[in-house]
């Protein structure tokens, strides 16, 4: 049995959010709890929830026990770009994109 959770239009990038991401696969429910809870990167907050989140499906959607919840896959994916202008001299503008993303995160018990 496999439960997910998704996250859409995170304001953060995908490349950051990779990086905590990659240390947690395959990491059991607690483990990944400890783990989020003591890094200090700004990405760890919404994975934290996502991760929360998957669990509490599992827990009430298939009645499978958190203790026994490993995390079997994770995915990020880029997603649009809020569009901004600065002004710069003379008048002009000058495009800033800040990106968004997309994160997936999927728990299965295993015994």
Request: glycine share 4%.
């Amino acid at each position: 049995m496999e439960t997910q959770a998704s996250s859409k239009n995170i304001k953060m990038s995908a490349t950051k959010v990779r990086r905590i991401i990659n240390q947690i696969q395959g990491c059991s429910y607690e483990k990944a709890l400890v783990l989020l809870e003591f890094l200090p990167h700004r990405a760890c907050y919404p994975i934290l929830q996502l991760i929360v989140s998957a669990a509490a499906n599992a827990a009430h959607n298939l009645r499978l026990s958190k203790s026994k919840l490993f995390i079997t896959g994770a995915q990020v994916n880029k997603s649009t770009y809020l569009k901004r202008f600065r002004p710069r001299a003379q008048g002009r503008g000058y495009p800033i994109r800040k990106p968004t993303c997309n994160i997936t995160i999927r728990l299965k018990e295993i015994d």
